[in-house]
């Protein structure tokens, strides 16, 4: 409500801007020739229309900018087009205005002679008799003259400039709001994003084993696994450990040498295969050889692969997933493609973990418009694409 209030009392100050400028742009000056001297005196015409179209085009421009313009524009990567953009809309409003103002103002009186009566009585009354008495002032001497008094329409030139600077001044004033209005937006989504994932932190933290005592657990099965010569185990707690000190150490981090994601989505991969039989879970996963200088916020691809394995494999049926990521100098583009079968019963603690919506909510807080998710089905195929831009 207070917001509403703002914007009431700022365009009834607009509104008598506007009335002042055009009021003092648009002049009746009347004159008649009186015994070899010319009587003169100047009306104003007060609360023309153009005043009220001045004003609906200025709400025009204003609200145009901040509702629609200036979001379309920033899409525009190249600053002279979004430049142009809003400097082609600026004038268009502001001849638009100058169109109306010169159809609205009383051409006619001018030209023809003959004003409008009640403007005629409130200065003055045909008559004959002594030179008229003031208000009319004394200007000069003419060659006598006894016709009807003409009328001239004074345009302060003046008047134009005032009108320009108001719709610059709107102009910056929208800019000035929209990205007032956008930083606290952005504001308020930042704050949300870090307390959900503090939220998320803490219950991990909550949660959790001992890191000391996992670690300690882990290897002392894995030395019990090469004793018996079970080498599949050994290397699947092998690669378990690792996982469990990348989750809990290096993915604190705010980011990450890709080199070590790439690693980790490896051991994820083989570790949900050894659930599968080799024919049930074919894997292909393409990355680049060494992706030099490259970092990466963590975590971010497991749960597309987590999901891959969840619904796209089934007991007894060959299902084949295709991951892939690809670097550029600007951008990193992952994939994944997978079967999706409906028949598959959802685990019951589906809600654990990092999810799909933790990870949409740190794209947006990680990489504010740098970034572009595309999830979608199609025959039976399940398709994720992300596009994060590296600049």
Known sequence: ?????IHILFWIAVFYAVNASTSSAITIRISRNNNNTVMERKEVYAFLPAAYITLGLLGVLFYGNILWLFKKILSFRNNFARFAIAACWFLLIFEIDNVAINLLTPHDAVKFGSPPTHQL????????????????QKIGHVVPDNGPPHFIMDM??????????????ILGISIAYFFLKEWAKADVVRVKLEANQLSTEVKF???????????NTLNNLFSMAQGKGNDDLADGISKLSGMMRYMIYDSNADSVPLSKEIEYLEDCITLNKLRYADSEAQVKFDFPAQ????????????PFVENAFKHGVAIGQTSAIDIGIAVSTQKLIFTCVNPKYSTIKKMEDEKSGIGLENVKR??????????QLQISEDKGKYFVKLEIDLQ
């Open 121 to 136: 009585d409130a200065t003055f009354k045909l008559k004959s008799g002594p030179p008229v008495p003031p208000p009319f």
């Open 291 to 302: 992706p030099v200088g490259v970092t990466i916020a963590p975590m971010l691809f497991i």
């Open 205 to 215: 933290l909550r949660s959790q084993i001992n890191p000391h005592f996992l670690f």
């Open 1 to 5: 409500m207070a917001e509403i209030a």
């Open 156 to 169: 302060i030139d003046r008047s134009q400039l005032i009108l320009l600077l108001l719709f610059l001044g």
């Open 362 to 371: 740190r794209l947006d807080l990680l990489y504010p418009c740098k970034h």
